[in-house]
Nanobody, 122 residues
Framework: QVHLVESGGGLVQAGGSLRLSCVASGRDFERYAVGWFRQVPGKEREFVTNINWSGTITYSIDSVKGRFTTSREIARNTVYLQMNSLEPEDTAVYFC???????????????WGQGTQVTVSS
């Protein structure tokens, strides 16, 4: 079982930056890929980016490429989402999730955090 806790959300002006953290506890976290998702009220949860177990491979949706970067610090059981050049359209609750790779970048996410709010003002 893996327990995930996100932090680092907040209110930022357009063009600003935030770094989200996803801290894991539990067994075998280092074996799992980790993904970041976001959700706006009334809309489906959207995949944003993910990173493999070793932190060597990432995959992102086109709308965040060049702006968002995910990384992981294995020794700290932590995955980060660095978000730069934020836009009002990035406003959402951001979740991290962990799971096993089916066929990269497809991952079966078994463990989810509770989410952290990111609000970008124009």
């Amino acid at each position: 079982q893996v327990h995930l806790v996100e932090s680092g959300g907040g209110l930022v002006q357009a063009g600003g930056s935030l770094r989200l953290s996803c801290v894991a506890s539990g067994r075998d976290f280092e074996r799992y890929a980790v993904g970041w998702f976001r959700q706006v009220p009334g809309k489906e949860r959207e995949f944003v980016t993910n990173i493999n177990w070793s932190g060597t491979i990432t995959y992102s949706i086109d709308s965040v490429k060049g702006r968002f970067t995910t990384s992981r610090e294995i020794a700290r059981n932590t995955v980060y989402l660095q978000m730069n050049s934020l836009e009002p359209e990035d406003t959402a609750v951001y979740f991290c999730a962990a799971g096993g790779v089916i066929d990269w970048p497809e991952v079966r996410y078994d463990f989810w955090g509770q989410g952290t709010q990111v609000t970008v003002s124009s």
